[in-house]
């Protein structure tokens, strides 16, 4: 058992964001020995339910829940900030020649090692991930993801046409492989698989209905893509699939929508594409930072609510210009002072929290499992400094209210304000190992 006094933000079931000035979060193995959440509150109400506990004391700082980015390309860290017209420039000039090196399994290594640093020092604990169209990228993912002790998803890229040599794969040897991954991945220790095509325009009919097949076959692994991005990749996905209603009824028609499908960016749509996200139960992984990098649009978030389907926020590196999620949830501020919500103001900071923790972890069928510190959870969380540089302690030490403090932090926050990531040990019969010397930890 390990007890951590500080202030604590977690969120109820409704959604509510609760604070504790002076709080206490215990953690401790389960029946089946995974750390998890086994108390959290005031301290002074729950501290005498752990007689004899050493506790870490920890002043001035704030213990939050780890974030969840539900969307983001692993393999193209290295293409952040590249300049191009749009988004199908951008995959022709950039993406798709970086993601070729990914055949090989010790360049893929190293940038997943890299990733995970990243993804760590800026306080994200789970993500759902692309990988590329090689099996060896998906294989250095979960490898390093397993030897950290994270709850991570990926999976191999589908492309079996519209793409250069290098990345696009064969149809029946790309299912088989799929195949073989997730039989290998998928459910071992915190790891889980994405059947993932790229995008509609970039797989065959034949590819897209043998995923559709897959995912019925292994109806608890993901499902992962992207849909109605860019104006011009929508006229392309019409023209292609002439006989689909929509861009997102595509996906519909070879059996991949269901619930822990997720699809990114959900842009261009209707009110019909809406319903068929919200009556599948499918989500969207909204990446503001990326939209705007690309001009490819915003998120109608008042359509989203008025229809009711899910969402939460995502970072979409490489397309996307960071992977702090400071950074993402203050574009999503900007997306909503447009006027895309339902009330025509923007975002509230507590909501811009929820949807890049609690809310994306629902979003990917991981509500109470990740995102959160409610008992139970699994107990990935993070230390904040809300002091980490001057002019942040100057402003949040003036912050009088939560959402001052919490929009304070989103506004001037960066990988500073993180200062460790702490990852919850999954038990004696998980094969991950200890944290790297890079990874700070309590």
């Known amino acids: 058992m390990k007890c951590f006094r500080a202030a604590i933000l977690r969120f109820d079931a409704d959604h509510n964001a609760v604070y504790e000035q002076d709080g206490l979060l215990a953690v401790g193995p389960d029946?089946?020995?995974?750390?998890?959440?086994?108390?959290?509150?005031?301290?002074?109400?729950?501290?005498?339910?752990?007689?004899?506990?050493?506790?870490?004391?920890?002043?001035?700082?704030?213990?939050?829940?780890?974030?969840?980015?539900?969307?983001?390309?692993?393999?193209?860290?290295?293409?952040?900030?590249?300049?191009?017209?749009?988004?199908?420039?951008?995959?022709?000039?950039?993406?798709?020649?970086?993601?070729?090196?990914?055949?090989?399994?010790?360049?893929?290594?190293?940038?997943?090692?890299?990733?995970?640093?990243?993804?760590?020092?800026?306080?994200?604990?789970?993500?759902?991930?692309?990988?590329?169209?090689?099996?060896?990228?998906?294989?250095?993912?979960?490898?390093?993801?397993?030897?950290?002790?994270?709850?991570?998803?990926?999976?191999?890229?589908?492309?079996?046409?519209?793409?250069?040599?290098?990345?696009?794969?064969?149809?029946?040897?790309?299912?088989?492989?799929?195949?073989?991954?997730?039989?290998?991945?998928?459910?071992?220790?915190?790891?889980?698989?994405?059947?993932?095509?790229?995008?509609?325009?970039?797989?065959?009919?034949?590819?897209?209905?043998?995923?559709?097949?897959?995912?019925?076959?292994?109806?608890?692994?993901?499902?992962?893509?992207?849909?109605?991005?860019?104006?011009?990749?929508?006229?392309?996905?019409?023209?292609?699939?002439?006989?689909?209603?929509?861009?997102?009824?595509?996906?519909?028609?070879?059996?991949?929508?269901?619930?822990?499908?997720?699809?990114?960016?959900?842009?261009?749509?209707?009110?019909?594409?809406?319903?068929?996200?919200?009556?599948?139960?499918?989500?969207?992984?909204?990446?503001?930072?990326?939209?705007?990098?690309l001009g490819s649009g915003f998120f109608d978030y008042a359509g989203a609510d008025r229809v009711g389907f899910r969402y939460g926020l995502a970072s979409d590196v490489g397309g996307g210009t960071s992977l702090c999620p400071f950074h993402t949830m203050l574009a999503a501020y900007y997306v909503g002072r447009e006027g895309h919500t339902k009330s025509g103001l923007s975002l509230s900071p507590r909501q811009l929290w929820w949807q890049h923790t609690a809310g994306a972890a629902r979003a990917l069928g991981l509500d109470g499992v990740v995102g959160n510190l409610q008992p139970g959870c699994e107990a990935d969380f993070i230390v904040l400094n809300p002091q980490a540089t001057p002019l942040l302690a100057r402003r949040t030490q003036s912050a009088d209210s939560l959402d001052e403090l919490l929009f304070a932090m989103i506004v001037l926050g960066d990988d500073r304000l993180v200062q460790c990531s702490v990852i919850a040990d999954y038990g004696p019969g998980y094969a991950g190992g200890t944290q790297t010397a890079a990874i700070s930890t309590v």
Request: aromatic share 10%; hydrophobic share 40%.
């Open 31 to 293: 029946a089946i020995g995974r750390e998890i959440v086994q108390a959290v509150g005031s301290y002074n109400e729950i501290a005498n339910q752990f007689p004899g506990v050493a506790v870490e004391h920890m002043p001035g700082r704030i213990i939050a829940p780890g974030f969840v980015d539900m969307h983001v390309h692993y393999p193209q860290i290295d293409v952040i900030g590249s300049p191009a017209s749009g988004l199908l420039p951008w995959l022709e000039n950039y993406t798709f020649p970086q993601e070729s090196r990914y055949a090989d399994a010790g360049h893929s290594a190293e940038a997943a090692t890299f990733f995970f640093d990243e993804l760590l020092r800026n306080g994200v604990t789970t993500a759902l991930t692309f990988a590329t169209s090689h099996p060896a990228s998906v294989d250095a993912f979960f490898s390093e993801a397993a030897r950290r002790r994270l709850r991570m998803i990926s999976g191999k890229v589908l492309q079996d046409r519209h793409s250069p040599d290098g990345v696009r794969d064969q149809t029946q040897q790309s299912l088989l492989d799929t195949e073989a991954l997730i039989q290998r991945w998928h459910g071992q220790g915190r790891l889980g698989y994405a059947i993932s095509p790229r995008f509609a325009p970039s797989c065959t009919d034949a590819q897209l209905r043998g995923a559709g097949e897959l995912a019925a076959r292994y109806p608890d692994v993901w499902i992962q893509s992207h849909v109605a991005e860019n104006k011009d990749e929508v006229a392309w996905a019409r023209s292609l699939f002439p006989q689909a209603r929509s861009y997102l009824a595509v996906y519909d028609g070879f059996g991949l929508m269901r619930q822990r499908a997720v699809y990114a960016h959900c842009i261009h749509f209707d009110d019909n594409d809406r319903a068929l996200m919200r009556d599948t139960g499918a989500a969207a992984a909204v990446s503001p930072t990326s939209n705007l990098f």
